[in-house]
């Protein structure tokens, strides 16, 4: 029986951990819905929103049309676009951070 010595060439192994993109979900302006139930909804559905944040982030949509009022993991954005939306709130589709 004839055996050969087989050599395999060095390979360096290098993983690469990619994070999970955010997303940001963003209310929008509209006709409709008033400064205290936008801010009403913030409060209720955003984590950790402070009050003086939520009128902060309702001006803004008075103002130049949208906020972004939250941004992270999309599951937790689905969630959040989604309760928002069932309030009545005007909202943007999700978009990657």
């Known amino acids: 029986m004839i055996t050969a010595a087989v050599t395999t060439p060095d390979r360096v192994i290098e993983t690469v951990r990619k994070t999970y993109p955010n997303f940001k979900v963003i209310v929008l302006n509209d006709d409709f819905n008033t400064f205290e139930h936008v801010h009403k909804c913030l409060m209720k559905y955003i ?51």
């Open 47 to 97: 984590p950790g929103m402070t009050d003086d944040v939520a009128w902060s982030l309702t001006v803004q949509v008075d103002a130049e049309g949208q906020a972004i009022v939250w941004v992270g993991p999309q599951e937790q954005a689905e969630l959040y676009h989604q309760q928002l939306r069932r309030e009545g709130l005007t909202m943007a589709p999700l978009e990657a951070a």
